[in-house]
């Protein structure tokens, strides 16, 4: 089985053999007996001191992994799970949400999902704890929150790991229908411009036999060398993206402040989907070599979500402001078409996006592998899932839409929706602090993301139906 779900090995640590120190005698003339009695007595005393000295379970420790990541692989793993073609959309986004909302609201939404992620982190290692297990993934963080929960829930705990199994699913093989589409569409603009012009259905199809043959490499520890050379490209990519952005940038009353109410579910939509990387979070802790850097003021989710955070925002706001209401799906679809550098930015971005492939592919093959081992062969599973993908691309071939869907329905879902309830119900019997302030804050992140699910489905499927209204 992959990395990104070690081995539950049930090992307990052996409690220390080693007996707690006898205490001195107080008195000089305490008689013979006495000392006698006590030492009967120390004999069970001893035996609690034992018990209640016993080290506390270390999911970390019995963790069985052939390939462990370090801090940097996990760190470059994080940042092209997160980075994707979200970013390339941030501009669209602020169209919805006006420059200001879009500004600050990009901030807030990146310390919420952040915090989330932080959330489902500890709701694991507690769990962990509980259950002395090495590991948990998404799916079963849900199932025994429940499981060791109230018990009116428990009846509900194969419900919860089958919805969250089932979101996961759909936003994972979301992100890679983007994906496809959005290098389909790049690819599409240089040979336009160049040579001859084709439908973006026909560069779909020749796209699928590579799409098939990179998700292949399935070991993180080896998609690690892809991903920085996928970041590298990235980076450039964006780099020169803020090089026209930035060139003659126009005042910033010239785009409007705020969207309207109409529009701002298609916003949430966007920024939802951007921050994408909710259902790697846990494969990544729980494949890494150090796990305790993984978390903390200074770690490494915290030192990833606030580079992607900044990166999202600069995008957003940039690129808005640049291009105005004429903004599109993607970033570099703007770009001017008679500059080659223009031309290969998009052909970098499109590697890059194609290279980041297998890494969105990885968890929505980890779950359907399991189901359909006994009847396909894993490279047929492949195949299918590759034409499936290929065919949804095929029926809504605008980025725009799609994105904003698959975060309104299942980013959100995954990233707002289930952190809260799962530590509301983990820790139902150890409390939720102060003023129940966890309860609180739990429930306040609950209704956010259950408004921008109901709102930001109906917008971005209005769009899709009937998209000259918007």
């Known amino acids: 089985m992959s990395e990104l779900q070690p081995l539950l090995q049930s090992d307990r640590p052996e409690a220390s053999e080693n007996r707690p120190a006898l205490r001195a005698e ?68 602020f169209r919805n949400a006006g420059l200001y909302v ?22 694991s290692r507690e769990l962990c704890q ?5 590991a948990l993934n998404f799916p079963e963080v849900g199932y025994w929150s429940f499981e060791t929960g109230p018990a009116v829930l428990k009846r509900y ?63 993180l520890k080896y998609l690690a060398p892809v991903s920085f050379f996928a970041a590298i490209l990235t980076v ?36 939802i989907y951007a921050f994408e990387g909710i259902g790697v979070v846990l494969p990544l802790e729980n494949n890494m070599k150090s796990p305790q ?19 999202y925002t600069s995008v957003g706001f940039f690129g808005y402001l640049k291009y105005g209401e004429n903004v599109k799906g993607s970033i570099t679809l703007n770009l001017p078409q008679d500059h ?56 809504i071939p605008n980025l725009g839409p799609i994105i904003s869907l698959v975060g309104a329905i299942s980013s959100s879902a995954l990233a707002l929706i ?8 983990t820790f139902w019997a150890v409390g939720y602090g102060r003023y129940n302030w966890m309860l609180w804050k739990d429930f306040a992140i609950l209704i956010f993301g259950i408004s921008g699910f109901v709102f930001g489905t109906y917008a971005s499927t209005a769009q899709i139906l009937y998209p000259s209204i918007n």
């Not at 952005?245 to 966007?270: C, E, I």
């Not at 968890?363 to 993908?389: C, G, K, S, W």
């Open 26 to 93: 107080q008195e000089e003339n305490t008689s013979e007996s006495i000392l006698d009695i006590k030492n009967d007595e120390g004999t069970d005393s001893d035996a609690a001191a034992q018990s209640s000295q016993k080290p506390e379970y270390n999911p970390s420790m019995h963790r069985t992994l052939d390939h462990p990541t370090s801090n940097v692989d996990t760190m470059i793993h994080l940042l092209k799970g997160n980075i994707g073609t979200g970013i390339l959309a941030m501009p669209d986004a």
């Open 102 to 123: 879009g500004l600050f609201g990009t901030l807030i939404l990146g310390a919420i999902c952040t915090h989330c992620m932080h959330m489902l982190v500890r709701c």
């Open 130 to 134: 509980r259950l002395q297990q090495p």
């Open 157 to 219: 705990s194969i419900t919860a790991r089958r919805m969250i199994t089932t979101f996961l699913f759909i936003t994972q093989m979301g992100f890679c229908c983007v994906y496809f589409l959005f290098v389909a569409l790049n690819v599409k603009e240089v040979i336009d411009h160049y040579f001859v012009k084709l439908d973006v259905r026909v560069y779909l199809i020749i796209l699928l036999v590579p799409m098939i043959l990179i998700n292949l490499l399935r070991n």
């Open 236 to 271: 450039t990519g964006l780099s020169i993206s803020f090089f026209y952005m930035l060139h003659n940038l126009p005042r910033t009353d010239t785009v409007k402040p705020v969207g309207t109410w109409a529009t701002l579910p298609l916003y949430f939509g966007t920024a």
């Open 293 to 311: 850097d993984f978390g903390g003021i200074t770690g490494v989710l915290n030192t990833g979500m606030v580079i992607v955070a900044c990166l």
């Open 340 to 395: 080659i550098l223009s031309q290969l930015v998009r052909i970098a971005m499109a590697i890059a996006i194609f290279l980041s492939y297998p890494l969105q592919f990885y968890v929505p093959m980890n779950i359907v592998e399991p189901v359909v081992v006994n009847y396909f062969e894993t490279n047929r599973a492949q195949y299918l899932a590759n034409t499936a993908l290929l065919i949804l691309a095929a029926c």
């Open 418 to 425: 289930a952190p809260p309830i799962i530590e509301i119900i």
